[in-house]
Structures are given as C-alpha cells and as structure tokens.
C-alpha cells in the first residue's frame, strides 16, 4: 500500500515504531472501557495493535487520504472508521465508559483535553501522545512554572501519569520538538465541592496575569477588602492546588472566608 504523505496544515507526524505503539495500546486500562476511540489513526500503527484488543474500537480520522488507507487497510472495519473532526463529534454516541487513545496532533491537543474535560461524566482514560512541553504540563505538581491552566483543570477531574518521552526520530516527518506519552484515568468522585463553572472561571482568570498575586489577578470578582486580605489572595496561581482553588471558589461565591 502506497504510504500518505503527512500533512503539515494537520499536523500529521506518523509514529514509525510499531513496538513503541504496542506500549502505547498497552497502557490502556481495558476492564474499565465500553468503547475506545483513536483520535486520528493516520496509517494506523496503534490501530494494527488496537484491533487485536476484545473492545469495540473506532477510528476517528479527518484526513480524507487517510480514510481511503484506512478502508483498504482495515476492509472489515470500515463500519467503525470514522471520517469526521473529532473535536465536534458528540462523545454520546458512543458506548461509555469511554477510553481515547491517539498520536495527537500537536496543533489541537490542548482542544483534545478541553473536551475530555467536557465529556469527563463518560470518558474514564485516555493514554495519548503529546508535544514534550504539554505533556509535562498536564502532569506538573502545584509550584513548578508550567503548572497552569490545563493543570488545574485537568488533575481536578484525572489522575495523570506521564510514561514516557520520544525524540523525533521516532516519527515521519520528524517534529522540531520531542514528545511525551501521558495516561489520565478519571477519579472515583469528580464532583468538585464548589460551582464547577466558577471554578473553571477562576481558574482560568487567575493565570491570565500569572505573575501577579490572586489579590490583583482576581479583580474581576470585585471581593471586598477584607475578602482579599486572606492569606490565599496573597499567593500566586501556580502555587494552588486543586483543592485549594476549590477553596478559592467557594471563598469568592460565598463572600466568606472559612475560619
């Protein structure tokens, strides 16, 4: 079979180790998931080791030149390749609990966990690969300076691992940065004790200015003084925890400090 050439405009860099897709695939947690989607399976090097799994997977690809490889690749699956973006299809239709699973264009990953956060009620895990540098970030500790917006929001609903990095001669075309495989399994409570929109909002209003204290970033809110003199409001962003912006949240809905 001819091999596509990858696209720049889709970000398409194909992994070309079929023993570092194996690991991939294997670091899925199966007794847990209904479905799993690959988010654009490219010429399918995770998918040769997906459709060996007992799991109703599908291929979610919006390369046409991929479809076509795909459907002659995988004739007797062509019920489940998917020509569609998988950023505007609804998850619901599939059978949940969900797991996701990708090479992912680096040019839409970070649009790839804002939605497993919107569908978090029915996606349990995704294992995923990402630019180094959004890799690590999904995965930092509260303190470190590329803990921020994705995660927060992320580690408030996943559990996060970071397996393992690539250089990029492990891909073709070779991207100008090295990558990162992360895995994310959903925790057993994700209801947040606060108003899960103001904590998105607060959260994301919080890192727009990120050098500067929560006493000035969070003026928006407009707190009183004697609100914005708490402890918590002389601390930067980067050094909150999950738990201690749901406090935070929960500060600002209530107009009380808790003592």
Known sequence: MKKIKAKKKLGQHFLKDSGIAKKI???????????????????????DHLILLKKKTFFVEIDKDSIIYLNDKYSQLK???????FLK????????????????????SSQI??????????VDELVGMFQLEVAKRVCQPPGSKTYGILSVLVQAFYETEFLFSLSPNYFSPPPKV???VIKLVKKNNINLKCDEALFFKVVKTSFQQRRKTLRNSLKIFNLSDNIKEGVIFGKRPETLSVDEFVLLTNIIANGIIPT
């Open 25 to 47: 695939v294997e670091a899925l947690n199966l007794n847990n998931l209904n479905s799993i989607i690959e988010i654009g399976p490219g010429m399918g090097i995770l998918s």
């Open 79 to 85: 019920e489940y390749i998917i020509e569609d973006d």
């Open 89 to 108: 299809i609804n998850l619901k239709r599939f059978n949940s609990p969900i797991g996701l699973i990708g090479n992912f264009p680096y040019n839409i």
């Open 113 to 122: 966990l804002f939605k497993l956060i919107e569908n978090r009620e029915i």
């Open 178 to 180: 090295n990558s990162g």
